[in-house]
């Protein structure tokens, strides 16, 4: 790994590159790599796929117009199966339809061709510090409710609460922004990792199960609908 220059992020991200033209491709590698940075490469859809979903990468930089399978389809089938790893669009269709269709199939970002390399290296870049893990509570209280992220341990008033994993992660990022107004969209894109709506009531079932399990037989209720915005984590309102 060349290190010929210090980024700003102060690490080496683990870049993939899918991306079919050679002399691209090419240029990319020599690059993401004369800027510090540590790069994969896959020349087709499948491969890229492949190694996105066996790989560990930081971010991934997807040309659009791919053979075997198109960049779109990539990312979207990531994301249907659960791969958050964020992802950048390279594409020569640059209409704001084709931006808007890049983003509503999971992308992170969309760069338009042609572009500067500055340009991309800023923005993954930046798509990597908002995907790394930032140094954060690995206890929360909320009144007498206490969620322990290290020992995947819930309790309230002293009593061990069990809960699915999917009710822990929703109850973890309510209690992260305890006293804030928490939207749908906030809900699905950070515990369901969903960037669309589904248009089902998931996310009402799953409160109103968490609910139940947080809520029931204490006197102050925790959990709060906000009508018309949200729910929010909260001790004092009723």
Request: charged share 30%; hydrophobic share 40%.
């Amino acid at each position: 790994m060349s290190a010929t220059r210090e980024t700003d992020q102060d690490f080496a991200m683990r870049l993939l590159l899918i991306e079919d033209d050679r002399d691209a491709a090419d240029y990319l590698r020599k690059a993401f790599r004369e800027a510090g940075h540590v790069v994969e490469h896959a020349a087709d859809g499948e491969a890229g796929l492949a190694l996105a979903l066996d790989g560990r990468y930081d971010v991934l930089v997807v040309d659009r117009m791919l053979p075997r399978r198109d960049g779109l389809s990539v990312v979207a089938e990531l994301r249907r199966r659960g791969e958050a790893t964020p992802a950048l669009i390279l594409s020569a269709l640059g209409q704001v339809d084709d931006r808007v269709m890049g983003l509503r199939a999971g992308g992170d970002d969309y760069l338009p061709k042609p572009y500067a390399f500055t340009e991309l290296l800023a923005r993954v870049e930046a798509l990597s510090r908002r995907a790394a893990p930032q140094a954060a509570d690995t206890l929360y209280r909320v009144g007498d409710l206490e969620l322990d992220r290290l020992a995947h341990r819930v309790a309230r008033g002293g009593k061990d609460i069990p809960l699915q994993p999917r009710e822990f992660r929703l109850l973890e990022y309510l209690m992260r922004h305890a006293g804030q107004v928490v939207t749908r969209t906030m809900l699905l894109e950070n515990v369901w990792d969903y960037h669309f709506d589904p248009q089902t009531n998931v996310i009402d079932v799953h409160v109103s199960r968490l609910r139940g399990k947080i809520d029931k037989g204490f006197e102050v209720p925790l959990i709060h609908t906000v009508r018309g915005a949200g729910y929010m984590v909260r001790e004092g309102l009723r």
